[in-house]
């Protein structure tokens, strides 16, 4: 079977939904249609993500995409919609927190100002502060807290499902099917291959395959310095409750943990092989988690896990950012993918983005100029210093 249509998306998740949302809401004329491979989502990176959502990043982009995603997800429920039925996204204010030892006390300072520069409303906490966000914390070898209350943490899985549904909605098609291969010809997409053997021509490819990004774009001799890693997050409950509700808190070791309903949850990002694999293990926490959380506060200490899960980061090998744009020798080959461990925040912008690119041919809302793909030819990575 061969048919033509307007734009293919290769994914549908948070990311290719996003971009399908925005370039029907932004009034592209022609059929958008969106190839997804697993309509349970059961490996995708998007609804195993911690939901984590922060303005607390080094870079002008990021904190640009996040505090224009932090808008977007205020008003999420209503904006999206779909027959009267709110969106709801769970999306917890309660506030992203750095610890600062005196390791990292001095480079706080220095994203502090950059996060005030661009009107994030971002505080260094003293060590005495600390408590009255975190009352049962172990601050003795703390120096105080890079911290924002705007920010906090939203359920992955709702968001990514909001833009389904509304892209749907505004005539979007989902096609649950695995794409092969993209096809070119002459220095321009010119549509895909299904697994099945069907074929779909189309001006414009955009590459919104997360983890799997990297083959398919390689299949098509496209290679993306992209490569999945393999993030396992812990839910475990306590027996003493904890007086406040957390703000996502990160360690100055990288575990960071957050509440969870009633439970917490709790990660790391530990050195792994790239590879795809999903397994987790208790282990993981008995010696790399619970030793630090332990310390941090008492009532972590009598912990029991509840449930795990591992995830896939599309982690970006040269600057952990997001790859965003056409590729500079395929015409109409356009890439959404790269995006580590932050691509929930990015959602709302990335898609707003890659919609006025598409549609006009420049960015307006927001530059994401800085993530496209020539900065790794000329070195002009951006380097986030803020990775979690
Ligand atoms: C453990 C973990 C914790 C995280 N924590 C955070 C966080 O706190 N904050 C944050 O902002 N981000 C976080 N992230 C990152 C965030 O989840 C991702 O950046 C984001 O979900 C990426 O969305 P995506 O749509 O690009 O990828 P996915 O959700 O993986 O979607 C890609 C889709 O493409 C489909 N697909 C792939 N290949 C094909 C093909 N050939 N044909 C058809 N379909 C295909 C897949 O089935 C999949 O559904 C975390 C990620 C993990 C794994």
Known sequence: MKKQV???IVGGGVIGSSIAYHLLQDGFEGEVTIFEKDNTYAFASTPRSAGGFRQLFTTSVNIQLSRYGLQKYKTFPEDMAVDGGLANIDFKQRGYLFLANKENIESFRKQHQLQRKHGVPAELLMKEELCSIIPELHTDDLRGGLYCSEDGYLDPYSVMQGYV?????LGGRYVYEEVDTIIKERGRVRG???KNGDSYKAPVVINCAGPWAAELSEKAGMPLPIV???RQIIQFNIADPL???LPLTIDPSGVYFRHEGSSLITGYSEKVRPGIEFSWQRSFFEEQLWPVLAKRIANFER????????GLYSHNIKDQNAIIGEH???NGYYMACGFSGHGMQQAPGVGKGLS???RTGKYETLDLSPLRFERFASNELIVEGGIV
């Not at 549904?165 to 909605?169: F, G, I, P």
């Not at 912990?303 to 591992?310: S, Y």
Request: proline share 6%; net charge positive; aromatic share 4%.
């Open 6 to 8: 307007d734009m293919i």
């Open 328 to 330: 500079p020798q395929l």
């Open 165 to 169: 549904r509304k892209a749907k909605q």
């Open 303 to 310: 912990a029991k896990i509840k449930r795990g899960w591992a």
């Open 356 to 358: 006025e690119l598409i």
């Open 228 to 230: 999945p890693l393999k």
């Open 243 to 245: 007086k406040k509700e």
């Open 192 to 194: 895909v291959i299904l």
